[in-house]
């Protein structure tokens, strides 16, 4: 399940956002945790399992009227892999239905791959 970010999660969204290569330098960290909180354009939501109470994974998106680009997305060692970043944008999906999903440099291939999964899936349901 995604959870709106909110300052009580500061701790936990940097912890998990400093995963990411480009954010490990904590002034870098800190700018775009800024980057998160004042702009509304910049959204930050975290991500729990829904068999845990546990935040397991941060997912950072800039939005516009057409497009929620996918900025940043981290997950804990222990639920890396496809199966948990596939559920995060199904759910973002969900959330902004008339926009397209789209990635930076380092999330596109993810993105194209959750793409051409659901492509695949949509494809077998018509078959049936």
Do not use: C
Not at 57 to 68: C, K, L, M, N
Not at 105 to 119: A, H, I
């Amino acid at each position: 399940m995604l959870v709106k970010y909110k300052n009580d999660y500061e701790k936990i969204a940097m912890g998990l956002l400093s995963f990411v290569p480009d954010l490990k330098p904590l002034d870098h960290l800190q700018t775009e945790m800024a980057l998160y909180q004042n702009d509304p354009e910049y959204l930050l939501y975290l991500w729990r399992p829904a068999d845990s109470q546990d935040f397991a994974g941060v997912v950072g998106i800039q939005r516009s009227q057409d497009i929620i680009l996918v900025r940043h997305i981290s997950l804990m060692p222990s639920e890396r892999g496809s199966h948990q970043t596939f559920m995060i944008f199904d759910e973002l999906a969900k959330l902004y239905p008339h926009q397209k999903l789209m990635g930076t440099f380092e999330t596109t291939p993810l993105l194209v791959k959750w793409e051409s999964k659901r492509t695949a899936a949509d494809a077998g349901d018509d078959q049936q």
